[in-house]
């Protein structure tokens, strides 16, 4: 009891809230990622190596639009819509010759490209970062922080993505398809949904995202032509925490994993906290290989 | 073979037709025609090759030799979206509806095609209500929480909003209970009366004599036998031999 007490007195409440906000902004950015992660994932069977260098990519596009028009809000729009058609490009090309082939040919091909992707962006830009800047640059008092309010836009942004994209999925004609081609393609095709085109859909919608959250993002890390890989490496390990295919899991499993980052930085380096979500990719493989938020079947 | 008169300008022509799953040869030139708003059963033991035969008409599986047209327009090997476009709705052995969809968002799927009004999208959906009642008032309900009887109207139902010139039917009764099998009996019916054809494929053999015109046996990848379903009886010696009942 007295040293539950003892615990509680030195706790430091204010860099738990602190860290609990940067856990939400982290993780409403990984939720983005991990969306189009698992849409391709969920209705292809395709584990997309190149997703990190699609995120990278956007964060160039952001880069160069930005430089030549001077608006952050028209390099977001602009890098989202470039990328998805990249990513239409990339699937029809790349991936739709492989449709029933071994699943390790769409692996393969996925790195492959990423491996262009990512040499490509070497050779254009350089090893140097490049910067993006905040669209504004006020700040809040947080206890004895100055926190910028560019963090919660990006949280409020990615949430705005997801919440379209949610009702996309929900409402529209297409999204509809796409849900019914996630569930049964075969049965999807039988019933007049041009499947091909659906993937191809899907496969933009999820590179736009990346792109997206790539732009967001860029102002906080900068640019360079390996900011993929850890992001996508988080995106997996949210993608099975949160059940493959399952959407609305990766998204609480980008904010949980996000959060225990957060909290484990408060007692040790940050670079050590990131073991916590191999921890937590182990633990469900081991205990719940399903996925941490899928519902158990009855 | 015993074959009745067909139809010289049949709706659906199938021509000696060849499928194989992986080096198994499945279908041993299978040819059927199917005449506009017939319908027409497909008889045959487990395994025969009736429903492989109804999904390569379909378009779901490739046929390795042999043809098949629709309204004489060839469909031989045409990918299933576009088979069914072209008024081919499909109602698989295992319903397969969208589990996680609610039945509006199953009904949905066949519904929003380019080219159907509102109107008649509303006119599609007030039919399927009136013919299920059941389905309207769990339209909000997920697929998958649905009876079985339940979800094989949905699946009906969900073939009938492409406005199908002919259905594909696989063993729609199986499994169910006496008072969903005689609704399914009425609703091929009613299906026929609207001049919708139907290929049936059932275990179900006084039903599938009662609800057709025209009957073909399966054995082995084959049509062995092809009848006026009038001139068939449950004891037949032709269906003792081929189906043993």
Known sequence: ?298 | MNAPDTSADPLVAVENLHTYYGKSHILHGVSLTVGKGEVVGLLGRNGVGKSTTLKTIMGLVAPNQGTITLETKSITGMPAHKVAKLGIGYVPEDRRIFRLLTVMENLRTGLDRPGVTEARKHELLEKVFAYFPVLGERRNQAGGTLSGGEQQMLAIARAMMLEPKIILLDEPTEGLMPRMVSQIRQIIDVLHNEGVAILLVEQNVPLTLEASQRIYIMEKGMIRHHAAASELKVGDAVIKQYLGV
Not at chain 1, 39 to 68: K, Q, R
Not at chain 1, 269 to 279: C, D, E, G, K, L
């Open chain 1, 1 to 298: 009891m007295a040293s539950i007490l003892a615990f509680l007195q030195n706790f430091p409440f204010e860099l738990f809230i602190i860290q609990t906000l940067n856990g939400i902004v982290t993780g409403m950015i990984l939720a983005l990622i991990a969306s189009g992660l698992t849409l391709i994932f969920g209705i292809m069977d395709v584990v997309n190596f190149a997703h990190g260098e699609l995120f990278m990519l956007g964060a160039y596009m952001g880069v160069i639009v930005l430089a030549t028009t001077g608006s952050f809000w028209l390099a977001l729009i602009l890098a989202t819509l470039l990328v998805s058609l990249f990513g239409a490009v990339m699937q029809i090309t790349t991936l739709r010759p492989l449709v029933g082939r071994d699943p390790l040919t769409t692996i393969l091909a996925t790195f492959g490209v990423s491996l262009i992707l990512q040499n490509y962006a070497l050779w254009q830009f350089g090893p140097v970062a490049r910067k993006i800047n905040e669209p504004f640059t006020g700040h809040f008092n947080l206890f004895y922080l100055e926190y910028p309010y560019y963090r919660l836009v990006i949280a409020g942004l990615s949430a705005a993505i997801i919440g379209a994209f949610w009702l996309f999925l929900k409402y529209g004609k297409f999204g509809i398809w796409i849900r019914a081609t996630m569930q049964d393609r075969v049965m999807a095709q039988a019933m007049g949904i041009p499947v091909p085109l659906v993937h191809t859909a899907a496969f933009a919608i999820g590179a736009g995202m990346a792109a997206a959250s790539g732009v967001l993002f860029g102002p906080l890390v900068g640019v360079n032509h390996t900011m993929g890989l850890d992001w996508v490496l988080k995106a997996f390990i949210v993608v099975v925490v949160g059940g493959m295919g399952n959407l609305g899991g990766s998204i609480l499993a980008a904010i949980f994993i996000s959060l225990l980052e957060a909290y484990a930085a408060i007692w040790v380096n940050p670079s050590q906290a990131v073991i916590v979500s191999f921890v937590v990719l182990i633990l469900t493989l081991l205990f719940r290989p399903t996925g941490l938020f899928v519902p158990t079947p009855k």
